[in-house]
């Protein structure tokens, strides 16, 4: 039996932005400001026009999308939920001293920018390890919590996610 071949119509790919980046209270505030400018303009063109709801609903979705795209970014990788912002940025550093160690010409040059790749290295690892400490501390203290008030649900959900075996989904 030989399949129809299903032939897309276009439609571009579901653009995740990086999230992540609205745990820092600046980015909040830069989304924030950036978002506000884009709805003024918005509600100065919808007040001037007469447009129909689904007009409205477009103008609104691109001003959402170009504001997350201009302030948050796309996600590149999956990171884990623990890891803080300020580790994402030491692992940016990191890897920028890597390139340098690969494009280094000299041999001089090469061990200067390893030493350096090294201690950023081991500066990425020591604040992995603490974000991971107080993940764990936090975690703790959330099903300490619920099993004192007998939120068997959370108690469970909370076990699996210290026993690292947790599937289900964090809803927004």
């Known amino acids: 039996m030989k399949l129809k071949k299903n032939w897309t119509t276009g439609q571009t790919a579901l653009q995740r932005f990086n999230t992540a980046l609205l745990r820092d209270t600046n980015k909040i505030n830069e989304f924030k400001i ?13 007040n001037e026009e007469e447009t129909t709801m689904e007009d409205n609903w ?7 999308t170009s504001t997350c795209q201009e302030v948050l970014g796309l996600k590149k990788h999956h990171h ?25 010409r000299t ?6 920018a390893q030493a350096e790749y090294m201690e950023a290295n081991k500066q990425v690892k ?30 469970y959900d909370t076990t699996k996610k210290l026993a690292e075996k ?3 989904p964090e809803r927004p």
């Not at 950036?34 to 919808?46: G, W």
């Not at 477009?58 to 959402?64: F, G, P, T, V, W």
């Not at 550093?93 to 280094?104: G, P």
């Not at 041999?107 to 200067?112: G, H, I, L, N, S």
């Open 34 to 46: 950036a978002l506000n400018n884009r709805s003024q303009t918005l509600q100065d063109l919808l």
């Open 107 to 112: 041999r001089a040059e090469k061990v200067q």
């Open 126 to 155: 020591k604040s992995i390890k603490a974000d991971k400490q107080k993940y764990v501390e936090e975690l703790t203290t959330t099903a300490e919590k619920a099993a004192r008030e007998g939120n068997i649900k959370q108690l």
């Open 166 to 168: 947790y599937s289900k």
């Open 80 to 104: 884990k939920e623990w890891i803080s912002i300020e580790t994402l940025d030491r692992i940016k550093e990191r890897n920028n001293k890597k390139t340098a160690i690969n494009n280094s």
């Open 58 to 64: 477009k103008s609104i979705k691109e001003a959402l």
